[in-house]
């Protein structure tokens, strides 16, 4: 009987063993994060990171999720497809005010006046060629997006008299480039690098540059749902290491980087020779005055009733 009972007593406590070795420790990853990104430059790092597997040295799965417009990436994170995105403020604002609960995590491009560079360039055929000269053309923009929201801090810092100056919507930025090239419709046109390059390039004339300017207009951030920040803190801190670490690699080696830059960030053909991937500036979050700066257009805008607090929108601890 002893023998019988110990006998039993050895069998449950190896199945207790067994089951407890199987289950999962608490710090093992157990979800995907994905990620949307655009094709642009601003994603480098989050490639890099991917391309030399540093999200899964960091230990946290990370899925990079592509999309072709602002538009559908927007929407995928309205519905619940995506965990995180690559975008702007003005994008982040509209998505709490539609009911996703978002925080910056990071500033991508734009930490610094010097990265990120828009231009507001002139069809080769055309005279403007200063800003004043605006006032006898029209720009093209997507209205209540960042482009908009550039051209007015453009006009602020520059004194500029923003009801002569036309604008005219056009949102796709492929479509913008050919017709300011085209300079018949449209005169001049707002364009983030490298297709503000690629414009100059091909004969466009340089009437503003951002980097020239002294305020700082021009952030991408990553975001990431509220729920994801408090429920996987240890995971997102991680993403955030090697995420940095990718803009370290980047910073150190830029040239290292040329060919995975033209195959992800969608850099035109005609400057391939000569592109080169920008400077990041790692750990880095927009500043309370950047934030509140676009708070303050987008209530002017009717884009919001009320301004967004800076914690509301930037994970500050």
Known sequence: MKKLIYLLFCIIFSCL????????????????????VLRVHDSLPLYVAEHENLFKEMGVPIQIVEFNSALDQRKAMESGA???????????SLLKKGGTDVRIIATALGATPKEGRFLIVSSPSSTIQTPTDLYKGNVAIAHNTMMEYLLNQYEEELHLDSTKIKTIQLPNLSLRVDAVLAGKDVKAAILPDPLASYAVQKGAHIVIDDTKLK??????????????????????????????????????????????????????????????????????????????QVMRWMVAKKLLPTPYTYEEMVKVS
Request: hydrophobic share 35%.
């Open 17 to 36: 063993f067994i089951l407890t070795g199987c289950r999962p420790t608490p710090s093992s990853p157990t979800t995907t994060y994905k990620i949307g």
């Open 82 to 92: 995506l965990d995180g995105m690559m975008t702007d403020m003005i994008v982040t």
């Open 215 to 292: 305020g700082n207009y021009s952030q991408s951030v990553i975001i990431m749902k509220k729920n994801i920040l408090t429920q996987h803190a240890n995971e997102i801190s991680r993403f955030l290491s090697a995420y940095h670490l990718a803009i370290t690699h980047i910073n150190e080696n830029p040239t290292a980087y040329r060919t995975l830059a033209l195959q992800k960030a969608g850099i035109p053909k005609d400057i391939s020779n000569t592109y080169n991937p920008p400077s990041f500036t790692p750990h880095a979050l927009p500043s309370p005055q950047e934030v509140q």
